[in-house]
């Protein structure tokens, strides 16, 4: 108990050392030192405790905080990039797509230089809006209208330029969600997704999941090696928002229940026994 509670207070120490210095972009022997730890002491416990690096730490924060300015002190790009401790704007373009999945202009923006085809489809599931920018689908969800798709959509990007276009990207999620192929079509479809380290990794982690198969959600912490973070990744499951080729209707709670689905605990029911029957039939 003594060194988990000492672990506690230098991670504490450290976090408090990161928020006050985030934009300076202190490098890993800077911040261990702040707690005497070795680098490689200190970057095995905060990824333990944090379930993301320090460098993805001090990103995210960067992050925010660039946001924060350009959206509502409407700052220049470059003067962005300098008040967060970033050398150019190359940087901070970096640091967006990695990040955000969209360049800082397009975030500053609300998505104005994007183009985004998208398109309705029947599924054996309900109805499937389906976007898609240059770079990969960005949006997908079972809808009850065509106005309550293009009013999830306009929330994400709401400059964005949209268009109802058949595109290449389209017709490879068409193919993938067809009765007749679903989940045996082409699985390479290219998505265009923005969330944070931690909700990139339980993503990463959900398409790991094989189709016929069932996870709960310490399941998925165990697997991005944040064994203690459940309900934090119950969270960023929520706002997965490209729904079924990212399969988070796969993960259940640990005591057998199905629980809920952000597109209804019905569909995702039907979804659980369609592949496995698909899969074990």
Same mark, same amino acid.
């Given at each position: 108990? *003594?060194?988990? /509670?000492?672990?506690?207070?230098?991670? %504490?120490?450290?976090?408090?050392?990161?928020?006050?210095?985030?934009?300076?972009?202190?490098? !890993?022997?800077?911040?261990?030192?702040?707690?005497?730890?070795?680098?490689?002491?200190?970057?095995?416990?905060?990824?333990?405790?944090? +379930?993301?690096? *320090?460098?993805?730490?001090?990103?995210?924060?960067?992050?925010?905080?660039?946001?924060?300015? $350009?959206?509502?002190?409407?700052? &220049?790009?470059?003067?962005?990039?300098?008040?967060?401790?970033?050398?150019?704007?190359?940087?901070?373009?970096?640091?967006? #797509?990695?990040?955000?999945?969209?360049?800082?202009?397009?975030?500053?923006?609300?998505?104005?230089?994007?183009? #985004?085809?998208?398109?309705?489809?029947?599924?054996?599931?309900?109805?499937?809006? /389906? @976007?898609?920018?240059?770079?990969?689908?960005?949006? =997908?969800?079972?809808?009850?209208?065509?106005?309550?798709? !293009?009013?999830?959509?306009?929330?994400?990007?709401?400059?964005?330029? $949209?268009?109802?276009?058949?595109?290449?990207?389209?017709?490879? /999620? =068409?193919?993938?969600?067809?009765?007749?192929?679903?989940?045996?079509?082409?699985?390479?479809?290219?998505?265009?997704?923005?969330?944070?380290?931690?909700?990139?990794?339980?993503?990463?982690?959900?398409?790991? =999941?094989?189709?016929?198969?069932?996870?709960?959600?310490?399941?998925?912490?165990?697997?991005?090696?944040?064994?203690? @973070?459940?309900? @934090?990744?119950?969270?960023?499951?929520? &706002?997965?928002?490209?729904?079924?080729?990212?399969?988070?209707?796969? =993960? #259940?709670? %640990?005591?057998?229940?199905? +629980?809920?689905?952000?597109?209804?605990?019905?569909?995702?029911?039907?979804?659980?026994?369609?592949?496995? @029957?698909?899969?074990?039939?």
């Amino acid at each position: 108990m *003594p060194n988990r /509670v000492n672990h506690y207070d230098k991670i %504490a120490k450290a976090i408090s050392y990161i928020e006050q210095h985030f934009q300076q972009q202190p490098d !890993l022997d800077a911040i261990a030192a702040s707690v005497h730890l070795s680098p490689y002491h200190f970057q095995r416990l905060f990824t333990q405790w944090a +379930g993301v690096s *320090p460098k993805k730490f001090i990103q995210f924060l960067s992050i925010e905080y660039a946001k924060e300015r $350009l959206n509502r002190h409407r700052e &220049s790009i470059l003067n962005t990039a300098l008040a967060t401790g970033l050398s150019g704007t190359s940087r901070l373009h970096d640091l967006f #797509i990695n990040i955000e999945g969209m360049t800082p202009g397009e975030y500053k923006n609300g998505g104005a230089t994007l183009a #985004i085809d998208y398109h309705f489809t029947q599924t054996q599931f309900g109805t499937v809006f /389906v @976007a898609t920018t240059a770079k990969g689908i960005c949006h =997908v969800e079972f809808v009850d209208s065509i106005d309550s798709g !293009l009013q999830g959509l306009t929330a994400k990007f709401p400059n964005a330029s $949209l268009r109802e276009v058949f595109s290449a990207n389209l017709q490879r /999620v =068409v193919d993938f969600l067809s009765p007749n192929t679903m989940c045996t079509a082409n699985r390479k479809i290219p998505l265009h997704i923005k969330g944070t380290a931690f909700q990139l990794k339980v993503w990463q982690a959900l398409l790991q =999941v094989p189709q016929g198969d069932l996870v709960s959600y310490g399941n998925i912490a165990q697997a991005i090696e944040s064994p203690k @973070a459940s309900r @934090a990744v119950a969270t960023a499951i929520a &706002s997965n928002s490209v729904a079924f080729l990212i399969p988070c209707h796969r =993960v #259940i709670r %640990a005591s057998g229940q199905f +629980g809920g689905y952000r597109w209804g605990e019905t569909r995702k029911s039907a979804m659980i026994a369609w592949e496995g @029957a698909r899969e074990y039939g």
